[in-house]
């Protein structure tokens, strides 16, 4: 199945970078480099892929060790609670076409869940109980906690939606974003970089 998922994304606010065409394998490779390698001295600079040849390239800079810097370098997950782990997956893979990273200890948790692959990060699916309300959020996921993917085209995603009868909203402020929640009232926006 094509994936939306294979986004441009934001690895550090300042510059504006891009992680394309990563394999699975790439991606883990990516994020295990990014957290073990000299943690306190570099700032992941970002994924610079040549779509012309189908390659990507790590780039790293390195910055002074100080006091205040604990070598930031991503966001590596976002969790999200869900009550029915299948449910979950069929939105999140069939509508959304993420993939699960087997990687990740899905059995060794004391409770189910998923890892899924979002660009070189990941959601982490948690049947857990959810102690937030069901009802009475907001219609605008904008305006409830939420988490926020990079994608390369709205309409697209829209397209998709739609044709699943999934509700969502478009930004307030007018720049390229849709804001859907999944079927556990989890906010999620899509942002088009």
Known sequence: MASIFRPSISLDLRPKVTCTNLSTKERLEFHNKSLRKEKLNIRLRGVKANQAQGTSVVTEEKELNNKTDYGVVGVHHVGLLCENLERSLEFYQKIL?????????HDKLPYRGAWLWVGSEMIHLMELPNPDPLTGRPEHGGRDRHACIAIRDVSVLKEILDKAGIAYTMSKSGRPAIFTRDPDTNALEFTQV
């Open 97 to 105: 076409g993420l993939e699960i990273n087997e990687a990740r200890p």
